[in-house]
Protein backbone atom coordinates (compact mmCIF):
# COMPACT_ATOMS: atom_id res chain seq x y z
CA UNK A 1 0.00 0.00 0.00
CA UNK A 2 1.35 2.99 -1.08
CA UNK A 3 0.78 6.97 0.52
CA UNK A 4 1.02 10.50 -0.43
CA UNK A 5 3.35 12.81 0.80
CA UNK A 6 3.99 16.92 -0.24
CA UNK A 7 6.59 19.36 0.13
CA UNK A 8 6.00 23.07 0.20
CA UNK A 9 9.32 24.70 -1.74
CA UNK A 10 9.23 28.41 -1.71
CA UNK A 11 10.53 29.67 -4.61
CA UNK A 12 9.99 33.81 -4.41
CA UNK A 13 11.85 35.12 -7.27
CA UNK A 14 11.24 37.17 -10.52
CA UNK A 15 12.74 35.69 -13.83
CA UNK A 16 14.50 38.15 -15.57
CA UNK A 17 17.70 38.58 -18.37
CA UNK A 18 19.45 38.99 -15.38
CA UNK A 19 18.56 36.95 -12.97
CA UNK A 20 17.10 33.59 -15.10
CA UNK A 21 17.78 30.91 -13.10
CA UNK A 22 16.97 29.39 -9.36
CA UNK A 23 17.71 26.68 -7.79
CA UNK A 24 15.98 25.73 -4.10
CA UNK A 25 17.22 22.41 -2.40
CA UNK A 26 14.05 20.52 -0.37
CA UNK A 27 14.14 17.04 1.55
CA UNK A 28 12.49 14.18 0.95
CA UNK A 29 12.62 12.61 4.88
CA UNK A 30 13.04 8.97 5.43
CA UNK A 31 14.85 6.58 3.83
CA UNK A 32 12.09 5.26 1.08
CA UNK A 33 12.01 6.05 -2.47
CA UNK A 34 9.41 7.99 -3.63
CA UNK A 35 7.38 4.73 -6.00
CA UNK A 36 5.38 5.39 -9.56
CA UNK A 37 5.52 8.96 -10.60
CA UNK A 38 4.83 12.50 -8.96
CA UNK A 39 3.61 15.79 -10.28
CA UNK A 40 4.15 19.75 -8.99
CA UNK A 41 2.18 22.37 -8.68
CA UNK A 42 3.53 25.72 -9.41
CA UNK A 43 2.21 29.22 -9.01
CA UNK A 44 3.41 31.49 -11.72
CA UNK A 45 2.52 35.10 -12.76
CA UNK A 46 3.63 37.44 -16.15
CA UNK A 47 4.51 33.69 -18.25
CA UNK A 48 4.09 34.85 -21.66
CA UNK A 49 6.17 32.32 -23.00
CA UNK A 50 6.12 28.40 -23.15
CA UNK A 51 9.79 27.68 -23.54
CA UNK A 52 10.38 27.54 -19.64
CA UNK A 53 12.17 24.60 -18.42
CA UNK A 54 11.50 22.96 -14.67
CA UNK A 55 14.20 20.25 -13.61
CA UNK A 56 14.05 18.23 -10.59
CA UNK A 57 17.69 16.33 -10.17
CA UNK A 58 19.08 18.04 -13.51
CA UNK A 59 15.92 15.73 -15.12
CA UNK A 60 13.92 18.39 -17.30
CA UNK A 61 10.21 17.67 -16.91
CA UNK A 62 9.06 17.72 -20.30
CA UNK A 63 6.45 19.30 -22.44
CA UNK A 64 5.76 22.86 -21.91
CA UNK A 65 6.18 23.17 -17.99
CA UNK A 66 5.11 26.59 -17.44
CA UNK A 67 2.00 28.03 -19.74
CA UNK A 68 1.70 31.30 -20.72
CA UNK A 69 -1.12 33.58 -18.97
CA UNK A 70 -4.38 33.57 -20.90
CA UNK A 71 -4.55 37.23 -22.36
CA UNK A 72 -1.60 38.26 -20.93
CA UNK A 73 -2.91 38.15 -17.53
CA UNK A 74 -0.94 39.35 -14.61
CA UNK A 75 -2.55 37.55 -11.94
CA UNK A 76 -1.20 34.89 -9.75
CA UNK A 77 -2.02 31.13 -11.64
CA UNK A 78 -1.40 27.57 -10.62
CA UNK A 79 0.10 25.05 -13.20
CA UNK A 80 0.54 21.33 -12.92
CA UNK A 81 3.13 19.32 -14.10
CA UNK A 82 4.19 15.17 -13.78
CA UNK A 83 7.17 14.04 -12.28
CA UNK A 84 8.44 10.97 -14.16
CA UNK A 85 9.33 7.57 -11.68
CA UNK A 86 13.28 7.52 -10.14
CA UNK A 87 13.70 11.41 -10.94
CA UNK A 88 12.48 11.79 -6.84
CA UNK A 89 15.03 10.19 -4.12
CA UNK A 90 14.87 10.01 0.00
CA UNK A 91 16.96 12.57 1.06
CA UNK A 92 17.77 15.83 -0.51
CA UNK A 93 16.41 17.36 -3.77
CA UNK A 94 16.69 20.14 -6.14
CA UNK A 95 14.64 21.97 -7.78
CA UNK A 96 15.87 24.55 -10.60
CA UNK A 97 13.60 27.00 -12.86
CA UNK A 98 15.26 28.58 -15.53
CA UNK A 99 14.23 31.22 -18.11
CA UNK A 100 14.54 30.82 -21.96
CA UNK A 101 13.51 33.65 -23.69
CA UNK A 102 12.99 37.14 -22.97
CA UNK A 103 9.96 37.43 -20.60
CA UNK A 104 10.10 38.50 -17.56
CA UNK A 105 7.80 36.38 -15.06
CA UNK A 106 7.63 35.69 -11.30
CA UNK A 107 7.28 32.02 -9.57
CA UNK A 108 6.05 32.18 -6.04
CA UNK A 109 5.93 28.82 -4.34
CA UNK A 110 6.01 24.90 -5.63
CA UNK A 111 4.57 22.07 -4.07
CA UNK A 112 6.36 18.67 -4.97
CA UNK A 113 3.65 15.64 -4.15
CA UNK A 114 4.91 12.13 -4.05
CA UNK A 115 3.69 8.74 -3.18
CA UNK A 116 6.09 6.51 -0.78
CA UNK A 117 5.54 2.76 0.31
CA UNK A 118 3.83 3.20 3.49
Not at 53 to 66: A, E, F, Y
Request: aromatic share 6%; proline share 6%.
Amino acid sequence: MAQSDFNLVPINHKFTVTAPTKTVSFPIEGTQTPVDDGYLVIQVKGVQLSSHQVKINGIHLGGSDLLPAPLNSQAWLCWMDRIQPNVLKAGGNDITITRIGDDDFEIGNVVVNWRENA
